[in-house]
């Protein structure tokens, strides 16, 4: 018999994949934390980086109105992200992209 020889990556995607969120946060830090930003209105832009599957890049959208992107370094969790925008119909506002957190493939102006 042949053993599967499975990687770190591929293990630690395969227990994250499933779950709402890949760290301990909640939704009471997230809403903690929004009360520090400055108001944003519909015309912002806003980046969610190391969004993992999005679970709290959709809670941001719930609470704040202008477009966000989510970004990981993980497709698989990009696709999950892009897949849970459409069931809620936040895929005009929502976007999933992979890429690096250090290396961000968004224009300086995307901020302003
Ligand atoms: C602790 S998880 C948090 C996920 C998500 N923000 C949440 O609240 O559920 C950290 C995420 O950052 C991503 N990540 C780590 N280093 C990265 C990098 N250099 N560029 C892009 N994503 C990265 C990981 O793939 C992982 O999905």
């Known amino acids: 018999m042949k053993t599967k020889h499975i ?3 591929d293990l630690l995607l395969e227990t994250h994949i499933g779950l709402e969120r890949q760290d301990p946060g909640s939704s009471e830090a997230v809403e903690q934390a929004l009360g520090f930003l400055k108001p944003l209105n519909q015309f912002s832009k806003i980046a969610d980086l190391g969004c993992g599957t999005g679970g709290q890049t959709l809670l ?3 609470y704040l109105s202008g477009t966000i992107t989510g970004l990981d370094m993980f497709s698989n969790f990009i696709d999950k992200l892009n897949e849970n925008a459409q069931i809620h119909n936040l895929e005009n506002r929502v976007t999933g992209i992979t890429g690096s957190m250090e290396n961000l493939p968004f224009q300086k102006n995307l901020w302003t």
Do not use: D, G
Request: charged content about 15%; hydrophobic content about 65%; cysteine-free.
């Open 60 to 62: 941001l959208a719930k």
């Open 7 to 9: 990687s770190m990556v």
